[in-house]
């Protein structure tokens, strides 16, 4: 299994969020840069793989809306796809 590690470290809006998921993990060309284009492409992935989002609290506190979104996100993935798992804070 595959373990990919997206750092939340210095994060401060979506569109810096987006930029350090695309960054970590093999998306394709035409990812949407939004929760909506990452759900549909993680509930698609094959492969077995876990995310760890590192650093969460920082961002929890400039962007909790956007992060409580994520979160919610994460876990629709990981109900619709058993390949999906997703972490946030340090690998148990």
């Known amino acids: 299994m595959k373990i990919y ?5 210095d994060i ?5 969020l987006h930029r350090a998921i695309r960054k ?3 998306l394709p060309a035409h990812y949407g840069n939004n929760l909506d284009a990452l759900y549909d492409v993680l509930t698609e992935w094959i492969e077995e793989v876990t995310i ?3 650093n969460v609290d ?3 506190v400039t962007m ?5 979104a994520l979160r919610r996100m994460c876990e629709d993935i990981q109900q619709e796809n058993p390949n999906i ?3 946030f804070g340090a690998l148990s």
């Open 5 to 9: 590690t997206i750092d939340l470290n």
């Open 12 to 16: 401060f809006n979506a569109d810096e």
């Open 24 to 26: 970590e993990l093999p």
């Open 52 to 54: 760890v989002f590192l």
């Open 58 to 60: 920082e961002a929890e």
């Open 64 to 68: 909790p809306k956007y992060m409580k």
């Open 85 to 87: 798992h997703i972490q």
